[in-house]
C-alpha cells in the first residue's frame, strides 16, 4: 500500500449508490433505510403494504435523504422482480440489497401447520432467493455490490425462547445462503453477509411476555436488548466501501448473547 493510500482516512459515505431494503416500512428495516439514507444513499424502501411503504419513505424525504416506498409481497417472485425493475427505473442499479423483511411464528413444531410452515419459509428464506435472483445479474455486470441478510441468533442457536424451530430453521438456511452466495459472487467483487440480531425491541418482539423477555435478557452479558439502530450501525459498516474484504461473514450483534 502506498503512503497516500496508507493515510486516507476512512470513508463509510454512501453517496451516489441505490439501496434497496425490504421490510423498511418499520422496525430494524425501517432503521437500516435511515441509516443508510444518512450515509448518503438513495433508498427504496420496500413492503407488503404500499401506502405503509409510501409513508416510511416520506418520513426519509423529510429527513433530506432521497427515498421511494415500493409495495411487495417478497413471498411472490413475480412480485419481487416487478419491485426491481421499478427500483431500476427510478434509481438506477441497485448497489446495496438488504433482505431484512421477516416474520416469526412462535407455535411448538407440533401445533404448526403446513401452511404456517410454509409461509414463514416463503418469507424469511425463499425471499432472500427471489431478490438476490433479481439483483445479482446487475451487480454481476457492473462487478460491484452489497448483499446484507438479516439472519437471527435462532438460526445459529436454535428455537426455543428465540421464535420457534421453523424460523430458526429458516434462518439457519439464510445463514448457509449467505456463506455460499459470497463464494458465487466474490469473484465479482460483491460481497454477501449477514447480520444476526438477537432479541431487538420492535413490533415483532412487543408480544414476548415480560417474563421470558426478562429470561433473554439475563443471557444478556450487556443486559439488554437491541435497538434498531444497534442492527442498522452493523449494516452500513457492511454495505461501505471500507467493507470491501468482508464477505461470508455471520455477525452477531447481540449484546454477546451468542458468547461461550
Ligand atoms: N426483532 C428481533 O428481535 C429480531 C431478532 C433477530 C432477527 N430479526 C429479524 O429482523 C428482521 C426485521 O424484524 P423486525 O423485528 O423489524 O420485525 P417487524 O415485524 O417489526 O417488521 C417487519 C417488516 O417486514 C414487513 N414484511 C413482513 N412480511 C412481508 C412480506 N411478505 N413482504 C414484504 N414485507 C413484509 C412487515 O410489514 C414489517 O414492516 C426480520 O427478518 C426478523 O426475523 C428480528
Ligand atoms: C417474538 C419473539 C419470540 C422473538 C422473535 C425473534 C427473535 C429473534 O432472535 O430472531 C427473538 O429474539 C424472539 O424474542
Sequence with gaps: MNAAAAYAPLNFTLTGRT???TGAARGIGHAIAVALGHCGA???????????AERAAELLRAQGIEAIGVGV????EQ????MVT?????FGGVDILVNNAGIVSTAPLLELTTAEWNRVMAIDLNSVFFCVKAVLPGMMD???GRIINIASVAGKRGGGLLGNSCYAAAKGAVIALTKGLAREAGPFDITVNAVSPALTDTEMTSVLAPQARAQVLAQMPLGRAGTPRDIAAAVCFLAS???GFVTGEIMDVDGGFMRD
Excluded at 438513495?42 to 404500499?50: G, I, N, Q, Y
Excluded at 409481497?73 to 411472490?76: L, N, P, Q
Design 19 to 21: 439501496a434497496l431494503v
Design 42 to 52: 438513495r433508498v427504496a424502501l420496500a413492503d407488503l403494504d404500499p401506502q405503509a
Design 73 to 76: 409481497d417478497v413471498a411472490e
Design 79 to 82: 412480485q419481487v422482480q416487478a
Design 86 to 90: 421499478q427500483v431500476e427505473r427510478l
Design 142 to 144: 457492473r462487478r460491484a
Design 241 to 243: 466501501a471500507e467493507a
